[in-house]
């Protein structure tokens, strides 16, 4: 009788300690959830330096990190070329990696998270036609220590003729592109900004 006591002991203890662990650890994303959301980027090469972050560690980053956050979605044409020049421009400069998410489900919804993400970034955001706040994608930040040091969003509400093709292809764009972001870039690594 006192065995079948400890054996109920130790059973319950381990259900404990799992239930704990489930709902306090928030796990970092596995490689199978990165193939997942960057497959359908058909223009990204395999060796590409993105790592996707779901939206708790995109916040978590945005609150207290360093580093360069792209929120894009393989839907849009804009960000399957803007992925592809992203990932060459960052290699170029020996950046490991860019956090990558796809807001849009979040964003759609409205959620808490997505509020949060408008919240922080609500001076670096255009509005839609309600005059709401919204993160159109593609959005490139660059985040230090937590704070906004550059962002990009020039491809986010293209009303233009030029298709992303077009525009991408063309030498004198990628060159004013690259320029841009080689600056953004250089502020993320030289700027000090007051906490």
Known sequence: MKKIKIILIIIIACLGATIIYNKF???ETDTTEIDKHLAEYTLLNDDN??????????????????????????????????????????????????YYNDIKEDR???????????SK?????????T????LNMPYLLFIKNGNVVAYDNRFS?????????????????VMD?????NEYIYLLN???IAQ
């Open 25 to 27: 650890d928030v796990k």
């Open 121 to 129: 970034l609500y001076d670096y955001l255009d509005t839609d036609d």
């Open 190 to 192: 030289k700027e000090d």
């Open 49 to 98: 330096i993105y790592v996707f972050k779901n939206i708790d560690e995109i916040i978590n980053i945005m609150n207290n990190k360093t580093g360069i956050i792209l929120f894009c979605n393989p839907s849009s044409n804009w960000c399957q070329y803007y992925l592809k020049a992203i990932d060459d421009i960052a290699k170029s400069n020996n950046i490991k990696e860019i």
């Open 108 to 118: 759609n919804n409205n959620s808490l998270k997505y509020q949060k993400i408008v």
């Open 131 to 134: 005059n709401n706040k919204r």
């Open 157 to 173: 509400m293209v009303s233009s003729e030029i298709t992303a093709e077009e525009y991408w292809n063309d030498p004198d764009n």
């Open 177 to 181: 592109f690259e320029n841009q972001i």
